[in-house]
């Protein structure tokens, strides 16, 4: 039903492309992360949450359709259905079915409910097409209760000495997350530009979020001790110079791994993902009760074999995605 | 251990040294006496004799995590550090108890001579009673080496604060044989001024790269030049009619050079020379490769010792008449030292002579012909300067000569470890030989993090085949690496061997038709066979 081609998973039966990395003419959109919804096509599907999102990274005169979760669409007879993937606000799993046969793609998922996102929920299907990032048994997520409590304390540690605390967390999702489970710990955040562009259109969609200000070169030096202030990981060494004293703390699932996380040049790391760890995303394959599974993006030779061992049939499939979360983690 | 742990993650997290140094003088001044004492040993490289070995942790997480062995290897292989592998995949634990780190050190020295299943019985329920960041410790406590960034500098520093000794006095105080489960830090400090260990080295003291023209020294006639050489930086001490030798990484060799034995009886009580251990037949150092067939071996066989005999190569008088005379100017020293070195008169004790030159370009010149007298360039010495300790600019250069260089192509790549972890930062290197890529060198240093981050995602895009944890990638991004000799070897395919090879830069300019060919490795093989 769906096959894997240098633009992306195509269902050819339905005549569209999910998170397709090339342009093409109709384009069903699991999330608005830069490696799943990409520039140049012509028409795009996706969640009602996930439209402006869109929006603010592709442009305004993008040709896109929103529909809910659970709503039923046919292309060529194909029915098309998204379902909520826990990942960040808007994503979703993408449910296809013809001839009583289905398939899933997953996207990118976690299975914890993050206090925004609609919580993950698994879908029964014949063939799942699932990520991989974080699939090697290492990377075993604590509660979030526990990482933000660790966050708090970290915060208030670093206000002992009336320094800033600098957290670095993905603009769409990560922010709104770390944003959402502080908010006990200040009046307003202090963000980058990014963050504060996605927050804006987010609330302009009705969407409750914690106080925020926008940092400018007019925000004055006394604004920072103490603060609390969120930066995608892009974020410059230079820009966070006017903020000193201040500590940087990264949030990444990435930062399970000493070692990654001393390359950072980061002062904290706490391990909070987005993505499913592995228990995770053994219990989300075998809920799914699927007979094959094709593993994307991130350790999906290890997790393919993983499975098959298991008893699932499981294979390897090279994506475009997941490029945006490597790139982001080593490049800042 | 909750709190050593807590010191072990400051100090590995920490890229400013002022914060690793709080962090450890508040440990000094609050942790328990017998656990500081233990930390001082593990920081200044004095690894306790390793009674579990990393087969067996292996295989006992294997059993208490189900995984596949395979499974366990890559997770391995994306850490890149084992005890932290293990920490990760381990479950919770089920038995949670505080101890201190002493306790569990003594439990671990303990299990020296028991049997396998006492030894698996106490390591997992040590698991199953410490916390990830406590067993991260614990495995690395066993499996030895905390390569987390506190210098020896870093800890005689905070040794120093704490106990208001100044640093240079200090480290001496704690350098050479002692036992953490006998001295405490105080039995250290008082030691010293009762005078007791007779194997006590001094610290010694460590050139900069001269980065400068030479002329900038000021006038020659100030300085003294000698022949960098490529062996093992020494210490021998003759006191109490006995003889030690130490390495520059404070272990005591005495035993792995028997050739020395000799100077017990030759050499006068009260004797501290500073030199180095190097492979030396017919008055010249033969080439580094034949002193590596001495180093890490147990016993030395009759064989070895003829093809590779050892001499020292003194520079420093340290010690004179039991009396420490480093406040001597260099001068004085130097001049005491030929005496000595010229009264004992052995075969394996020389002179490592000086220079003659009398104008800079004179000795530009000289420098050139390093290679020559199997040396790796010149050291520049301040003839008024005392022996200082540890690394300090201004009286000590060394002035290497640039090393050689060829452009290769990468062949495989592997991730790296520490820092490096999930990375591709292990490249192994070929030339051509006519259609073929021959391997022939192993680099891991020479790119900044940004080039590293570059080639990574490159490698992660190009790799062509996979063999357990390598990837062979497209031939096709050529480097320039560096290296500081080249010798025959017979364990090699390329048939040669190099001493420390680096890349020097991604040559992104460079086509794969244009690196360098086996035949120019041989080529330079044979202008420099020893």
Known sequence: ?????????????????????????????????????????????????????????????????????????????????LHPAGHIIGSAQIRIEKDGEVWVVSGDYKLENDGLSAPFEPVKCHTFITESTFGLPIYRWAPQDQLFAGIGQWIDDNRQSAKASVLLAYSLGKAQRVMQHLQHKTEKFLVHGAIANTQE?????????????????????????????????????????????????????????????????????????????????????????????????????????????????????????????????VNN | MQQFAKLVQVISNSTKTNEKLSALSEYFATAPARDKTWVLALFTGRRPKRTVNTTQLKNWCIQETGLPEWLFDESYHTVGDLGETIALLLPPPTDRKAAPLHYWMEQLLQLDKADETTKEKFIKSAWSSLDESERFVFNKLITGGFRIGVSQKMMV?????????????????????????EATIEDLLHLHTTGADASRPYPFYLAYPLETPPEELGPPEEWQAEWKWDGIRGQIIKREGQLFVWSRGEELITEKFPEYQPLATALPDGVVLDGEILTYANNTPLPFQTLQTRIGRKTITRKQLQEAPVAFLAYDLLEWEAADIRDYPLSRRRALLEALVQQVHQPMLQLSPVISFTEWPQLTALREEARAHVSEGVMLKKLSAPYQVGRKRGDWWKWKIDPFTVDAVMLYAQKGHGRRSNLYTDYTFAVRDGDNLVPFAKAYSGLTDKEIAEVDSWIKRHSLEKFGPVRTVEPVQVFEIAFEGIAASNRHKSGIALRFPRIARWRKDKPVSEINTLDDLKRLLEMHKG
């Open chain 1, 201 to 329: 259109a987010l609330v302009q969609s009705g969407w409750k979020l914690p106080p925020i200000e926008h940092i400018t070169p007019e925000t004055p030096k006394s604004a920072f001790p103490n603060s609390i202030i969120i930066a995608p990981p892009s974020a410059d060494v230079s820009w966070m110079k006017k903020f000193s004293p201040y500590a940087l703390g990264i949030c990444s699932g990435w930062m399970t791994v000493r070692g990654n996380m001393r390359r950072q040049n980061a002062d904290a790391g706490f391990a909070l993902s987005d993505h499913a760890d592995w228990p995770g995303l053994l219990s989300a394959v075998k809920a799914t009760g699927a007979q094959k599974v094709y593993v994307t993006h991130g350790f999906s030779s290890v997790f393919a074999r993983y499975l098959n061992e298991q008893g699932i049939p499981a294979e390897e499939v090279v994506t475009a995605y997941g490029e945006e979360e490597n790139g982001n983690i």
């Open chain 1, 1 to 81: 039903m769906i096959t894997f081609t240098n633009s992306g998973l195509y269902c050819a039966a339905g005549d569209f492309y999910i998170d397709p990395w090339k342009p093409v003419t109709r384009a069903v959109i699991t999330h608005a992360h830069s490696d799943h919804a990409r520039f140049g096509s012509r028409y795009y599907l996706c969640e009602h949450a996930t439209v402006p999102l869109l929006k603010i990274r592709l442009g305004q005169d993008i040709n896109v359709q929103g529909i809910s979760y659970y709503e039923s669409i046919y292309f060529n007879g194909v029915k098309v259905s």
């Open chain 2, 157 to 181: 520093n905070a040794l120093a604060k704490t106990w208001d000794i100044p640093p240079a006095t200090l480290s001496h105080m704690i350098i050479g044989n002692w036992d953490p489960r």
